[in-house]
């Protein structure tokens, strides 16, 4: 049961990024509102902003994989030596998920397999491994957080 998120969010963003259009998802009224600012701004800026959303889009599906990657090969281990191993494995194991996800989209019409998207997933996973370990480090329930003397060992 454990892994059912993971594999669920997973599919997500396998949908999300079978789209032809990556910005499909965005409200119409967005999409609407960046047309009418078109003859204001330039080209690049238009670019520049659909740049920062795609990062922010990318960025937020690696870190909530990389959250739930960790909690399922956790399996509710709260030890040190359990998260650092379980840390290296969810980053193995979400950076796979991203350079399949990178080659899935070669194949996707208007799409391309891009570097930068696979080390900003990267980045992405680290960050959201990094927050979960402070968030562990500073005692979060949240994320399971023991401080028995039991599960410092």
């Known amino acids: 049961m454990r892994w059912l998120p993971v594999i669920v969010w997973m599919g997500v963003i396998i949908y999300l990024s079978s789209h032809p259009n ?63 191993g379980a840390s290296g494995w969810s980053v193995l194991a979400c950076f796979a998920f991203a350079l399949s996800d ?18 900003l997933g990267l980045a992405a996973i680290l960050l959201g491994l990094g927050l979960f370990g402070l968030a562990r480090a500073t005692g979060s329930k949240a994320v399971g957080r023991s401080t028995s003397k039991k599960s410092l060992e």
């Not at 499909?24 to 959303?53: A, F, G, K």
């Not at 990178?102 to 080390?119: G, W």
């Open 22 to 84: 990556p910005y499909w998802i965005l409200p119409q009224s967005m999409n609407q509102e960046i047309d009418q600012l078109l003859p204001v701004i330039s080209i690049s800026q238009y670019t520049r902003h659909q740049v920062n959303i795609n990062e922010a889009g990318h960025s937020i599906e690696y870190i909530l994989l990389s959250v739930l990657m960790l909690r399922a090969i956790r399996g509710g281990k709260t030890g040190s030596r359990q998260f650092w």
């Open 102 to 119: 990178e080659i899935h989209q070669f194949f996707v019409p208007s799409r391309t397999f891009q570097l930068v998207d696979l080390a």
